[in-house]
Structures are given as structure tokens and as C-alpha cells.
T-cell receptor, first 113, second 113 residues
Framework: NAGVMQNPRHLVRRRGQEARLRCSPV?????VYWYRQLPEEGLKFMVY????????ESGMPKERFSAEFPKEGPSILRIQQVVRGDSAAYFC???????????FGQGTRLTVV | QQQVKQSPQSLIVQKGGIPIINCAYE??????FPWYQQFPGKGPALLIA?????SEKKEGRFTISFNKSAKQFSLHIMDSQPGDSATYFC????????????FGKGTKLTVNP
């Protein structure tokens, strides 16, 4: 009974590189949310995806950030040309329409050096 | 614009004490109010959630009190234990919880032995 799996758990990137974060939802869940958590802060919504569709990206920065949830495979959050301010923990949550409880992964901690 | 305000930022109690964490919201469209517990290096885990048609919900040692007219809700932890030491986040959502969660900034709870 695997929960939400995120990888990598820790990611270090130099300024200007690309960061690619992966999220495999709970088996059978077709809804995925991405949240960002800065130190000493709550989680902030970034994007809501269903299979092959972006439903709400109102929390995503307009540039450098993109997300996808293909028909097959994990959801990907992609950050191009990372800057120091992108350093944060990125959490993915999944749920199914049968149960509104959102299950969170362990997060990916991105450090930009 | 912070839609969910949480207090206090940190809280220290003795074992057996009853820590109380408070949250206030602004958006009257919110209709789902969960509390999450997060340990260092882990993702948030759902503790307990309430909908506005009830004023109180209890699960084990955790109780949510909800005041719809004041737009406030709180978490009480009965007979607190050192293992309860964690960061607690309140959150709110619309559409019965199927929409994105708006989180408070968190309360770091320490329960001393």
C-alpha cells in the first residue's frame, strides 16, 4: 500500500541549472497538487493537475516553472534556470474523488547553491 | 494576502497539558478545515478535519472546535505527550476539500517530559 512517492528527497542545483521533481501519487489517485514550503512557513499552493490536464496553476510563478501529469508515469514539477530563492521543500499531494483526504509525500528539498 | 491566520507561532507545554492552537479565516466559501501534523523532514499528515455543519469534532486525544460566526477554529490536544512534539498546520479549502488547501503558517509544539 504505497503512499505518495517523491524523488529525489534532496536535490542540490547550481544557479542556472534545471531542477526536475517527481511525484508518483497513491495508486488509483488521479488528482495531484504541488505545494512549496519555505523555512518556518506554511505550505503554499502551486498547481493542481489531473491526468494530462492542468486544472489550476494560479500559484505557479509565471516564468521558469512548469508542471505536468502525463497519462502514464509520475507528475513532474520542472524549474528551469534555478535561483537561490527557489530553495525550499516541494510537496506533492494526491487524492481521489472518493475521499477528499489529501495524502502528502515526504517532499523534495531543493537547495540552490 | 494571508487567508488563514494561525497562532501561536510556537508553544511549549508540559506532558499532560492541553495545548490549544487557533486559526482564523477570511473566505466564507471555505467549507473544509483540516489540521495537519508535520515532523521534521517529513510531509504533513492529516490529523483531523471538520466541516462547518458541526461545532466540534473529536478523534482520540485531538479535538477541533469550530465557530462559524467568528470564522475561527482551534485544535486541542488532550493529555499531550512528548511524541506530539511537531509542527501543526491548520488549513482550509472549498468544494468540500476537493480544491487546493490554504495553510496557516504553522505552530511548533514542544511537549516537555
Amino acid at each position: 500500500n504505497a503512499g505518495v512517492m517523491q524523488n529525489p528527497r534532496h536535490l542540490v542545483r547550481r544557479r542556472g541549472q534545471e531542477a526536475r521533481l517527481r511525484c508518483s501519487p497513491v495508486k488509483g489517485h488521479s488528482h495531484v497538487y504541488w505545494y512549496r514550503q519555505l523555512p518556518e512557513e506554511g505550505l503554499k499552493f502551486m498547481v493542481y493537475l489531473q491526468k494530462e490536464n492542468i486544472i489550476d496553476e494560479s500559484g505557479m510563478p509565471k516564468e521558469r516553472f512548469s508542471a505536468e501529469f502525463p497519462k502514464e508515469g509520475p507528475s513532474i514539477l520542472r524549474i528551469q534556470q534555478v535561483v537561490r530563492g527557489d530553495s525550499a521543500a516541494y510537496f506533492c499531494a494526491s487524492y481521489s474523488t472518493l475521499n477528499t483526504e489529501a495524502f502528502f509525500g515526504q517532499g523534495t528539498r531543493l537547495t540552490v547553491v | 494576502q494571508q487567508q488563514v491566520k494561525q497562532s501561536p507561532q510556537s508553544l511549549i507545554v508540559q506532558k499532560g497539558g492541553i495545548p490549544i492552537i487557533n486559526c482564523a479565516y477570511e473566505n466564507t466559501a471555505f467549507d473544509y478545515f483540516p489540521w495537519y501534523q508535520q515532523f521534521p523532514g517529513k510531509g504533513p499528515a492529516l490529523l483531523i478535519a471538520i466541516r462547518p455543519d458541526v461545532s466540534e469534532k473529536k478523534e482520540g486525544r485531538f479535538t477541533i472546535s469550530f465557530n462559524k460566526s467568528a470564522k475561527q477554529f482551534s485544535l486541542h490536544i488532550m493529555d499531550s505527550q512528548p511524541g506530539d512534539s511537531a509542527t501543526y498546520f491548520c488549513a482550509a479549502s472549498t468544494q468540500g476539500g476537493s480544491e487546493k488547501l490554504v495553510f496557516g503558517k504553522g505552530t511548533k509544539l514542544t511537549v516537555n517530559p
